[in-house]
């Protein structure tokens, strides 16, 4: 899925580029994970079924929630996106294993001041996915910057 193995040093001097976006773990979106996962469970609990798939179901609600939590809400996971570089109209996506993918940012994008979810579509494989941003995994400015950059397209032209 991410093209060549590039490892990625997270410096002081990464910060310092002019479309840089480090993301961290979003404390938001583990609360949301853990309400919406808990109420899933919560339900399934209350339906007439036996008690073995009530377990069961139940089970396979928290090993999602685990996994989601995992890989999206704390970027544990290798393939975690922790990063966005924008060059130009190019668009990199980092990975926590420090592995890069070229993507295309789609219009199916949502940009509010609460949440962005970035629709992309890897030059690659031609696959769209989807990166959630809360404000509380990125800096304050950084945020901003990053949703002006991402809604209205204001990406530096070479030359």
Known sequence: MFLKNKAINFSSADKKLPHF????????????????????IIIVIQLP??????????????????????????LLSPS?????????ADVFLISLDGREMQVQISTETLVTPFITIIM???????????????PDSIETERFREMRVLVKWGGFDTPG
């Open 21 to 40: 976006f480090k993301f961290h773990r979003s404390r938001i979106f583990a609360i949301l994970l853990f309400a919406v996962y808990g109420l899933a």
């Open 49 to 74: 079924l036996a008690v073995v798939f009530k377990y069961i179901f139940s089970l396979l609600l928290a090993c999602a929630l685990f996994y989601y939590l995992w890989r999206y809400a704390w």
């Open 120 to 134: 992309v579509i890897s030059c690659l494989t031609g696959k769209k996915l989807s990166v959630m941003i809360f």
């Open 80 to 88: 975690s996106v922790v990063g966005m570089r924008m060059e130009g």
